[in-house]
Nanobody, 124 residues
Framework: QVQLVESGGGSVQAGDSLTLSCAAS????????MGWFRQAQGKEREFVAA????????GYADPVKGRFTISRNNVKNTLYLQMNSLKPEDTAVYFC?????????????????WGQGEQVAVSA
């Protein structure tokens, strides 16, 4: 069973950068697709970014394209999300997720392992 733990969140101002990390344990995730989702207060969880098992293929939600970069290090069993030019609308709890679908998935229902979430707050 895969356990995921996020870190790196915090409170920043608009235009700042943050990097989230997600450490996996329990078993290697090198064959899993992985991704980031977020949930703002009062809203549903939404897709942010996904990466395939190798780190080669990535995908992003339109609101974060050009600002966020997803990457992974399979040796360290760690997933990352570099977030640049942050906006107040990026404020949310960010979740790391893993799926047995090796290419990754934008659908939360297809992700079987989740982290506990990491708060990101962006002020204007």
């Amino acid at each position: 069973q895969v356990q995921l733990v996020e870190s790196g969140g915090g409170s920043v101002q608009a235009g700042d950068s943050l990097t989230l990390s997600c450490a996996a344990s329990g078993r290697p995730v090198s064959s899993y697709g992985m991704g980031w989702f977020r949930q703002a207060q009062g809203k549903e969880r939404e897709f942010v970014a996904a990466v395939d098992f190798s780190g080669t293929r990535v995908g992003y939600a339109d609101p974060v394209k050009g600002r966020f970069t997803i990457s992974r290090n399979n040796v360290k069993n760690t997933l990352y999300l570099q977030m640049n030019s942050l906006k107040p609308e990026d404020t949310a709890v960010y979740f790391c997720a893993a799926t047995r679908i090796s290419k990754g998935s934008r659908d939360p229902a297809e992700c079987g392992a989740w982290g506990q979430g990491e708060q990101v707050a962006v002020s204007a």
